[in-house]
């Protein structure tokens, strides 16, 4: 399942493709199917929320999640920084590009809404009930009768039938994602029916449930200028929505601007209520990172999360605001999810489908200096692909996981079993000499000598050089020692710096070396890692397998992970995953803090619970504080 993400973190991380299902026997099938109902409550029966494990934390008549405060004040503004721009409206095509926060996704509903202190619970938003079927073939959603659009049109069976049936057609994102759900249709007046062509993927009834739902009416309609709408093109055009917010004024590349919706159908909802409070939340877009930074100063936005460790440690405690309280700096601790960070190799490129030249990268790589000289000491390097959560692989292989290996033994390197993963450690000078001496023996090894300086391909006479591709500069600080750590070896390397609108575009043609990306992971993974690292997913435009991964044992393993069924053999298969991806050395992981570092103007206030997996749940959750406002002065 795709990490949990609160609006602030939004939709940059995209959704899963997948490569063909694994057959099973017709009695593991089914059991399988009767393990994953039995953690959804009885098959067959109505319920009001799903959960992967166990029983929901929140019973039919719950009120109110237990970090929202229905008392909470409603209404005032919220101002969010965003570098960047924006030239599309239009998600079902890849979602407001340019827009790292996600505000677009505000203005739609969801079916099932997930619970931000239960890592794999969700209840009912637009559906009042779900239904898995005995044998696990299928889910039904009924619709709650008052769900409507903002235009006040009814929230139909057709709009969510209409909305699978496009995001599949039209998104390389959601093709894969929905790629085991055969089809959707109206089973009843208020009753949509998803069926499945495999049973056992556990997952499937609450990733449908994430789906945000489309106006069909919309869409299917002409625009002001009639001229039929079209969901595969890109639009400027302010869509219809059926959220807590609208999409009131945009100035395109500048900012965006957001209203509450004051008649919203679902404001009493029990997983609405204490939530959505601001009356106005406004994107504001700067085009450069240090432009950003100091425009919070500025006070021209409210809230930042701040992920430039030498911006913390230098550019706010000596800052008279901050001093005086007006400005607040506050860590939230990171629970709930996994990640990987990492530099990036294009697979798709010959100079980087030897395996001994993207480790001979890595082991050039000094961290350790980085950490005390850039980062000030407040980092951990990443060695896992589900870093900072249980699922992480560590030492050798034992028990399950061992035993999926051995399911899938023919399709791997024979060091899974034999070599735990491990990051070359640079933090003395004799360590970083032995680590670039490995570094040349293994370019030696696949097929390259120095000659002048420069590493160069014995069967061409091609200079080993590789372009770095960034849309924020603050990333050259970082690259610009790692590049003088490759000189030494003979590696001739560049960096350049796009606008992020030229950057998007070329992720999605694959036309780039190296690049930095990320993949949050929540502690229930699962379809989405098809498209992550499988195959199928490779050579799709616009997918999250940027590194153009290919190889038969990811895949087993990404499907083993999939239909594991119970909690015990998800955790075993995905440290089998985490395992062997770390073996193909496919990324140089980069760095992560255990914390999330935040500074805000000291407008605002929050419930006394904060969500468990959500950080600091802003804004969500929090509200427009008029008492500390006057002592710190209203927002412009």
Not at 292 to 314: C, H, P, Q, S, V
């Amino acid at each position: 399942m795709i990490a949990r993400r609160s609006f602030l973190a939004g939709a940059l991380a995209a959704l899963g493709l997948r490569g063909p299902a694994l057959a099973q026997e017709p009695a593991e099938s089914a059991a399988k199917a009767s393990a994953q109902g039995a953690a959804q409550g009885m098959p067959g029966s109505w319920r009001h929320a799903l959960t992967l494990l166990g029983e929901p934390k929140y019973g039919p008549d719950f009120e109110h999640f237990e970090y929202a405060d229905p008392k909470a004040p409603v209404g005032g503004l919220v101002r969010l920084g965003a570098q960047g721009g924006f030239d599309n409206l239009n998600m079902i095509v890849n979602g407001l590009k340019g827009d790292l926060e996600g505000g677009i996704t505000q203005i739609y509903d969801t079916l099932m809404e997930d619970s931000g202190d239960e890592p794999f619970s969700s209840y009912g938003q637009l559906a009042e009930a779900v239904r898995i079927a005995p044998d696990g073939l299928s889910v039904a959603y009924r619709l709650r009768p008052g769900a409507r659009w903002h235009d006040d049109t009814p929230l139909t069976v057709e709009d969510v039938i209409w909305s699978f049936d496009t995001l599949k057609a039209n998104s390389p994102f959601y093709a894969a994602y929905y790629h085991s759900v055969a089809k959707a249709e109206a089973t009843g007046e208020r009753e949509v029916t998803f069926r499945f062509s495999e049973a056992g993927n556990r997952e499937l009834p609450q990733v449908l449930g994430q789906m945000q739902v489309l106006p069909k009416h919309w869409w299917t309609a002409k625009d002001a200028n009639g001229k039929p709408r079209n969901p595969t093109e890109t639009t400027l055009e302010i869509p219809l929505g059926s959220g807590p917010y609208r999409l009131a004024k945009i100035d395109a590349g500048r900012y965006a601007i957001y209203e509450r919706v004051a008649d919203y159908w679902g404001k009493d909802l029990p997983v609405n209520r204490g939530r959505n409070n601001f009356g106005t939340i406004r994107f504001e877009y700067f085009r450069d990172g240090s432009v950003l930074l100091e425009a919070l100063k500025g006070d021209l936005y409210d809230f930042r999360t701040e992920n430039i460790a030498r911006n913390w440690a230098t550019q706010y405690d000596d800052f008279p605001a901050v001093k005086e309280g007006r400005l607040i700096k506050e860590e939230f601790p990171g629970r709930g999810t996994g990640i990987m960070q990492a530099f990036v190799f294009n697979l798709r490129r010959d100079k980087f489908k030897d395996e001994r030249v993207r480790r001979a990268f890595n082991l050039a790589m000094n961290f350790e200096e980085m950490n005390r000289q850039l980062f000030y000491g407040q980092y951990q390097r990443i060695d896992s692909y589900f870093f900072g959560s249980e699922l992480a692989a560590s030492g050798l292989p034992e028990g399950i996981e061992r035993a999926i290996l051995e399911g899938v033994k023919d399709k791997l390197p024979p060091k899974v079993f034999t070599e735990p993963y491990k990051n070359p450690v640079n933090d003395t000078p004799e360590a970083v000499r032995a680590n670039l001496r490995q570094a040349v023996g293994l370019l030696k090894e696949a097929g390259y000598e120095l000659k002048g300086g420069q590493m160069v391909s014995k069967a061409t006479g091609e200079p080993l050089t590789v372009e770095f591709l960034e849309f924020q500069n603050v990333f050259e600080r970082v690259i610009l020692p790692f590049a003088a750590q490759l000189k030494l070896i003979g590696i001739g390397s560049s960096v350049r710096v796009i606008d992020q609108a030229q950057y998007q575009n070329r992720l999605r043609s694959f036309d780039f070396d190296i690049t930095t990306s990320s993949w949050p992971e929540s502690l229930s993974p699962g379809n989405e890692q098809r498209e992550y690292w499988g195959s199928a997913s490779a050579d799709k435009p616009g997918s999250r397998n940027i590194a153009g991964i290919k190889d038969a044992g990811i895949d087993a393993l990404i499907e083993k992970l999939i239909f594991a069924s119970d909690r015990e053999t998800l955790v075993a298969a995905t440290r089998a995953l985490d395992r062997a991806l770390l073996s193909h050395n496919y990324l140089v992981p980069q760095w992560s803090s255990p914390v999330t570092r935040t500074i805000r103007w000291n407008r605002f206030s929050h419930p006394p619970v904060l969500p468990k997996y959500g950080a600091s749940g802003f804004p969500t959750t929090w509200w427009y504080d008029e008492a500390l406002a006057r002592k710190t002065g209203a927002p412009r």
